[in-house]
């Protein structure tokens, strides 16, 4: 249960305002259609998120216990202060024949995904606990979590959240499990 949760907090705090969550709102803008979008957010993330777990999981395996905490506890750290650099989107969706919601999210988001912030966390998380899927399952759940309002609520709701002081508590979270894990690594 501690996989899921921790998994499923780090990244719906870590996703506030990050280039996947606009993309987010930049879909629901052109297709204005939630379901699908989520459906796209869903899918996407459980592929990217599976593979990157995996990986971290096969990288865990090569280390130690003290290595592997202090190899996370030292990434962790290193998020705490990427979460305070806040994203932007540099690119649209692109304007080629026009796809379907589910589709169109589907790929962008997949994209958008690989070597971001929450990506590089799930690779963490997947190296640090044993279950892959209470660690996939939790940051699938924290991206769809973070994702839901934009893509139901749209900029309304964007323009009110206070995405810096976001930024700011998605920092705190990652020093808090970086200094976790270091700790746990200084006392194997």
Same mark, same amino acid.
């Given at each position: 249960?501690?996989?899921? =949760?921790?998994? @499923?907090?780090?990244?719906?705090? &870590?996703?506030? $305002?990050?280039? %996947?969550?606009?993309?987010? +709102?930049?879909?629901?803008? *052109?297709?204005?259609?939630?379901?699908?979008? @989520?459906? $796209?957010?869903?899918?996407?993330?459980?592929?990217?998120?599976?593979?990157?777990? @995996?990986?971290?999981?096969?990288?865990?395996?090569? =280390?130690?216990?003290?290595? =592997?905490?202090?190899?996370?506890?030292?990434?962790?750290?290193?998020?705490?202060?990427?979460? =305070?650099?806040?994203?932007?989107?540099?690119?649209?969706?692109?304007?080629?024949?026009?796809?379907?919601?589910?589709?169109?999210?589907?790929?962008?988001?997949?994209?958008?995904?690989?070597?971001?912030?929450?990506?590089?966390?799930?690779?963490?998380?997947?190296?640090? !606990?044993?279950?892959?899927? &209470?660690?996939?399952?939790? %940051?699938?759940?924290?991206? @769809?979590?973070?994702?839901?309002?934009?893509?139901?609520? $749209? *900029?309304?709701?964007?323009?009110?959240?206070?995405?810096?002081?976001?930024? !700011?508590?998605?920092? &705190?979270?990652?020093?808090? +499990?970086?200094?976790?894990?270091?700790?746990?690594? +200084?006392?194997?």
């Amino acid at each position: 249960m501690e996989s899921f =949760l921790i998994s @499923l907090t780090t990244v719906a705090v &870590a996703e506030m $305002g990050d280039r %996947t969550q606009l993309l987010s +709102l930049l879909l629901a803008a *052109r297709f204005r259609r939630p379901w699908p979008i @989520l459906a $796209g957010v869903l899918c996407a993330t459980l592929a990217n998120h599976t593979a990157a777990a @995996l990986i971290g999981q096969r990288l865990g395996r090569f =280390l130690t216990p003290t290595i =592997l905490d202090a190899a996370v506890g030292v990434s962790m750290l290193a998020m705490a202060l990427w979460a =305070l650099k806040p994203d932007s989107l540099a690119e649209e969706t692109g304007s080629g024949k026009p796809r379907g919601a589910f589709l169109a999210t589907l790929i962008t988001f997949f994209i958008a995904e690989i070597g971001d912030k929450t990506q590089i966390a799930t690779m963490a998380l997947g190296a640090a !606990y044993p279950s892959l899927a &209470a660690v996939v399952a939790g %940051t699938t759940t924290g991206m @769809l979590l973070a994702n839901a309002p934009v893509v139901f609520f $749209g *900029r309304a709701f964007c323009d009110r959240l206070p995405l810096k002081a976001m930024h !700011y508590l998605a920092s &705190a979270l990652f020093l808090a +499990l970086g200094a976790f894990f270091v700790i746990r690594a +200084l006392f194997h």
